[in-house]
Structure formats: structure tokens, C-alpha cells
Nanobody, 121 residues
Framework: QVQLVESGGGLVQPGRSMKISCAASGTIFSIPIMGWYRQFPGKGRELVATMDLSGVIRSADSVKGRFTISRDNPKNTVSLQMDKLKPEDTAVYYC???????????????WGQGTQVTVSS
């Protein structure tokens, strides 16, 4: 089993910055992909940004140039630095990790419990 624990989140004013982080623990051999999705009220989850072990990043056009994803592979953590926040960034942000529990096994997707980010004056 794997647990993803998120930290950060809360209320921030438009134009300001916030950093959220996530730590994975449990039976982990490798995490090929780790990152963030977000969910708006009444909508499905959408990609924010993910990073693989080689540092290749996938990100939504809406956050390019404002959000920066980073990973600490030995510590199994991922962070999202969010700058120039807008009210439309208000959402629940979910950490996700594709975890390979042992060498040679098929990766399994895990999700954190979500952290609320509210951008409002």
C-alpha cells in the first residue's frame, strides 16, 4: 500500500504565490510519474502538471509560465509552486503517483486526499 500526503493549500489573494507539496510513503520501488490534478466544483479532474523520472513535464496550457512542478526522487516527493494565481485557479488539488511497488511490477495509480486552494481577495 502507498499513501500520498499533501501539505499546503488554503486561501491566497490573486496575483500571489502558494506552494503545495506531496509525500509518498509505503511499498515503493519506483514512481515513474508523479504530479498534480485539480477539480473544480461539479467538474471532473483535470491535469495540472506531471513529471516523470527523467524530468519530462506534461502541463496544462492554463498554468504554463505560472506553475512550476518539481520532484525529489529519493524522497518520493513532488511540489507545485503556483505563482500569479488567479481566481479561476480555485479548486481542489490532488496529488497523484504512478507507483511501481517492486521491480518488474505494473505501476499502480494512487491519489492523495486533495487540498483546497482558494484564490480570492
Amino acid at each position: 500500500q502507498v499513501q500520498l500526503v499533501e501539505s499546503g493549500g488554503g486561501l491566497v489573494q490573486p496575483g500571489r504565490s502558494m506552494k503545495i507539496s506531496c509525500a509518498a510513503s509505503g511499498t515503493i520501488f519506483s514512481i515513474p510519474i508523479m504530479g498534480w490534478y485539480r477539480q473544480f466544483p461539479g467538474k471532473g479532474r483535470e491535469l495540472v502538471a506531471t513529471m516523470d523520472l527523467s524530468g519530462v513535464i506534461r502541463s496544462a496550457d492554463s498554468v504554463k509560465g505560472r506553475f512550476t512542478i518539481s520532484r525529489d526522487n529519493p524522497k518520493n516527493t513532488v511540489s507545485l509552486q503556483m505563482d500569479k494565481l488567479k481566481p479561476e485557479d480555485t479548486a481542489v488539488y490532488y496529488c497523484t503517483a504512478e507507483v511501481q511497488p517492486w521491480r518488474g511490477t505494473v505501476p499502480i495509480d494512487y491519489w492523495g486526499q486533495g487540498t483546497q486552494v482558494t484564490v480570492s481577495s
